[in-house]
DNA sequence: TTGAAAGCGATACCAT
DNA sequence: ATGGTATCGCTTTCAA
């Protein structure tokens, strides 16, 4: 035995072995009734006397007690709980916005509950289900379809946030950066460095989605002067930018220039652009999209138009649980009709901001 | 001046829309008691005739009941919801955790509370205890030390799970690969390609712990008559890689292969060996430690030893739901020394695999 | 300033 | 097979 001078283990409690202590041992320890109790952890609604407060106090320090969370939810209909609905975890798009509604959550207070799809067909329902039972005060989706989200949701009288949907919902709160804006900073900057063929790579948006990001190249690239040609689809992952550049090196004329609508996928195309002998910055410029950390450690490190996570995720984690305020005419149209309380819908948008690093010649040419 | 004549009162006494319906509810619609809405709910722990079961099952159909998990869970004295410790959300080896304990939870029926200390020095303590009062079932803790998570769980009777320690912990079951196995496999590999000098790439350790790959690495170097003295401490991030090679290459004679403590110490070292104008794997080869997703976009992909990620997080939600089973001398401290029930532990280990991909010759020289 | 007590919704034992 | 009801821990009104 090392005769180890560590902190000595807190006195343990000598109460009931595998009892928890509940809120009637802290009162009758401290000789007061249970409401004062209360009182004293949640500082009221009543006043409790200096002395009293004290020895509420110290019995809760010396019993170990802990507020009994489900005691709690079921009194006051509210578990402090909030619910993060994603497609998948791996992606570090999504791995950045689950980073930030954890802080932003328990900044204010709140726990929360994630749950992924895993991209399983029809799994949102179950995966709801489950938070909804659990009894979360808000949900909040990342990449998830509005109509199934709605769906899944329906019937449900709390606040829903969707993340990164470009359009309103009616009975969400949906937030977003400015993605035509981004757009148009990525390829303002490419047509700034004097590149004329300028190519956009992007994964396949859902039908129902205006597709903001080519929007803005294409204006971009048109304002300039220069052609749209090279507009390429695959998939949202690097496998998909690997191969899209693949495809547009198979042309006579490839582009010197590429706007990449992800990290993912501009990942993917520097492994390509390697492969086939390409040099980053100086044969082939990129530019991608959303900021995530590994852009910083790419070879060369991306050029980035750069999502607002924290921003985002404050202002989501804010409306899920009620803390935000809604525009004016938001509550407008609670027609109480049926006596179905109409929740309020919001459709807020970020700006995004460009970094510039080395592959776009950022730091080489100038 | 705006109409508002405060809060409107919602609630009808009548069919009240704003509250959701209970057991009450559905009872008096099918006419059956609150009993036989539970045994039907839970198949038991009393049969119900055919007849009732349907008229109950129709009335939570109608109603869109859901069970409310704060009632249950206060009654019960489970909420089927397990607590996930992080300090960190974005480095990639915990998202696949997070990734693949959420899996096993939702697979278990249970549901995953994640919180990260961001870390931050002290957090754990506030992180633990909001998941505690929300009545977590167990607590997996991920690169939280071993003291740490044991001062602040400490008189808690509920399983802890450490997940990636290599060590026994009194109190907790700990489940790792094996990293010492881990660390041959990959030093071997270099080992028959012919590499003489084999550097070794790591983040600092907590003194506490053993240093199994550092081991690993210096068994099989010296084993095969080469070197140990390409030993490198650094950070376990990506800077922490970069900075390292760029020490180790201004060395006399730098290594002709790296073995890499992380992934992303990895993509570091890859990062700086461009800046040297070293080839991978040419000039130099390189094998990374854990397997994470970007191994296989890397420029050039990289060989790697994978951790199980899947069957340590299945193992560890079955023990943090008390549903795996400890070794059979597992209970034999159970002292009941005061009355505190002592909890069970165990070490799990889980072997490590070799992917050869090309960072280390693997698909060049063949 | 404090105490007593009525519930929140679900479970399961004790009756029938 | 079913109904009535005490109980889980906590909040808060009402009474003192």
Redesign the interface.
């Known amino acids: 035995m090392p005769t180890n001078a560590g902190p000595m ?2 006195s ?3 109460n ?3 009892r ?1 202590p509940t809120r009637a041992d802290v009162a009758r320890l401290a000789g007061v009734s249970t409401a004062v109790v209360s009182y004293v952890i949640n500082n009221g609604p009543r006043p409790v006397s200096q002395h009293n407060k004290e020895k509420v106090l110290n019995a809760i320090r010396i019993l ?1 007690y ?6 709690r ?2 009194k006051l209909g509210s ?3 909030l619910g993060f609905v994603v497609t998948e ?2 992606n ?1 798009f999504h ?2 916005f ?2 930030s509604v ?2 932003a959550a ?1 900044q204010h207070g709140y ?6 799809t ?1 991209e399983i067909e029809g799994r949102e329902q ?2 709801v ?7 979360v005060d808000g949900l909040i989706f990342l990449s998830v379809d509005p109509q199934v989200a709605a769906r899944v949701t329906e ?1 449900l ?1 709390i606040p829903r946030v969707l993340l990164d949907y470009p359009h309103p919902v009616p009975g969400f709160v949906t937030i977003t950066s400015d993605a035509y804006q981004g757009a148009c900073l990525a390829t303002q900057h490419l047509v700034e460095r004097g590149h004329q063929r300028i190519a956009y790579i992007e994964g396949v948006l859902p039908a129902a989605r205006t597709n903001l990001r080519l929007l803005g190249w294409q204006h971009t690239v048109e304002k300039a002067g220069l052609t749209t040609d090279y507009h390429v689809q695959t998939t949202w992952d ?2 998909g930018g ?1 191969d899209a550049v693949l495809r547009l090196f198979e042309r006579p004329d490839p582009p010197s220039a590429i706007f990449a609508g992800s990290d993912l996928i501009a ?2 195309a ?2 390509a652009l ?1 492969r086939l002998g390409k040099r980053v910055p100086s044969d082939v410029a990129i530019v991608s999209f959303d900021g995530t ?2 852009t ?5 490190m991306l050029t980035s138009v750069t999502q607002p996570f924290s921003a985002i995720s404050e202002a989501a984690v804010a409306y899920a649980t009620g803390t935000a305020e809604l525009p004016g005419d938001a509550r407008n149209n609670a027609s ?1 009709l ?4 109409q929740r309020q819908s919001a459709h807020v948008v970020y700006p995004m901001n460009l970094v510039v690093r080395d592959s776009s010649g950022g730091s080489v040419s100038q």
């Open positions: 283990p807190a343990q409690p000598t009931t072995p595998g928890m170990g802990r507020p009994n969370a489900s005691a939810a079921l578990t402090q709980l975890i791996l570090p791995a950045e689950i980073n954890d802080l328990s726990g929360l509950m994630i749950s992924s895993h179950g995966v289900s489950s938070l909804v039972e659990h009894g019937g009288d690097r496998a690997r990942v993917g520097l492994q390697h950390a590994e910083e450690f790419s070879l060369p109480a049926e006596g179905v309380s």
